[in-house]
C-alpha cells in the first residue's frame, strides 16, 4: 500500500520559514515526478512546485518563485519543500503529491496519482 507522508508544518510569522518533508512507502519515488499541491477550505487544490524525477527540472507557481525551494533525495524516498519569506496568503494545507507520466503536465493535479494526507501550514502577520 502507497503511503506519502508530509511533515513539518506549523504556525510562523511573516517572514519566517518552514521546511515540509514528505517520505514516501509502498512506492520507489525516483521515477515520478513529485509536486506539492497546496488548498484552502472550499477552494480548489492549487499547484505550488514539482521536480522531475532526476531533481533536473523544477517548477513554480507564479506566487512561490524566489521564495520555495523543492528538493528532493531519491535515496530516502523523499521531497522536500523550503518555504522562505512566508506570507499570510501562503496559510493553507500543504500536500505532497506523485505522478507516474512523466509526459503529463505537472500542474495539473488530476495527473497525479498518490497523495499524501496533508499538513497545515498557518502564517500570522
Known amino acids: 500500500q502507497v503511503h506519502l507522508v508530509e511533515s513539518g508544518g506549523g504556525l510562523v510569522q511573516a517572514g519566517g520559514s518552514l521546511r515540509l518533508s514528505c517520505v514516501a512507502s509502498?512506492?520507489?519515488?525516483?521515477?515520478?515526478?513529485m509536486g506539492w499541491f497546496r488548498q484552502a477550505p472550499g477552494k480548489e487544490r492549487e499547484f505550488v512546485a514539482a521536480?522531475?524525477?532526476?531533481?533536473?527540472?523544477?517548477y513554480y507557481a507564479d506566487s512561490v518563485k524566489g521564495r520555495f525551494t523543492i528538493s528532493r533525495d531519491n535515496a530516502k524516498n523523499a521531497v522536500f519543500l523550503q518555504m522562505d519569506s512566508l506570507k499570510p496568503e501562503d496559510t493553507f494545507v500543504y500536500y505532497c503529491a506523485a505522478k507516474r507520466n512523466f509526459y503529463s503536465d505537472y500542474a495539473v493535479r488530476q495527473n497525479y496519482d498518490n497523495w499524501g494526507q496533508g499538513t497545515q501550514v498557518t502564517v500570522s502577520s
Open positions: 521536480i522531475s524525477w532526476d531533481g533536473g527540472n523544477k
Open positions: 509502498g512506492l520507489t519515488i525516483s521515477t515520478y515526478t
